[in-house]
């Protein structure tokens, strides 16, 4: 239909991205801190790397709910020195997205001790790619796409030899129950009022009685309507 319509000289072929810029404007205290200081002599300076990472504090935060960071009104942690002409300086109290952090912590994992380094090279071109990630289809879009922008960018810079951070994708299905609200069965959720108690169930039943339930009840991949009927029957067979 393209090739037609641009041989009748209606129109040629053009291709539309949906690409949009990554949010850094939504401020969370327990963002990833942007590692520079503010000197009024020296204007923004890059952080010193032996004092990387930048730590954020973890006493004495008071999240007010009056708006703006609660890192503004530490002190102690904003007030340091400019390590280029030794004056005054304040730290940037801005975060960066907590998806900066979690779009690379399964090259931690082959190195989590590690305190030189985010992580040894050889350890993580050993194990990686990831051979099976689980999560929710939502993760295709958001984290799974981040994870992977972060992965060829080392590979650019010589840090990881693999191209892709995961093998394969495996999307679980959600659990289910009727909802009192809307009258259907929909995915379990607070605003729905179809959670169930798990406190109250494993203390009659036990965990091992849902989780064997959850496991013979569907296929990982597929929607699973929870029963209590049934989970009270593994119970019995469990017995």
Known sequence: MTS???NQGFGREAVNYKLRDWLFSRQRYWGCPIPVIHCEKCGVVTEKEENLPVVLPTEGVEIT????????????????????????AKRETDTMDTFICSSWYFLRYPDALNDKEAFAKEKVNYWMPVDQYIGGIEHAILHLLYARFF????????YVNCDEPFTN???????????PTSGRIEK???????????????KKYGADSARLFTLFAAPPEQELEWNEDGAVGQYRFLG
């Not at 992965?151 to 010589?158: F, H, M, P």
């Not at 994708?169 to 909802?179: D, E, I, N, R, Y």
């Not at 379990?188 to 169930?201: A, E, L």
């Open 151 to 158: 992965t060829k960018a080392l590979r650019d810079l010589g």
């Open 65 to 88: 709910g009056e708006g703006g960071s609660p890192l503004k009104r530490m002190e102690d942690w904003i007030n340091v020195k400019c390590h280029k002409c030794g004056g005054p």
């Open 169 to 179: 994708l495996l999307s679980q299905g959600m659990v289910t129950k009727f909802s």
């Open 4 to 6: 037609f319509l641009q």
């Open 188 to 202: 379990m959720s607070k605003s729905r009022g179809n959670v169930v108690g798990t406190t109250d169930f494993f």
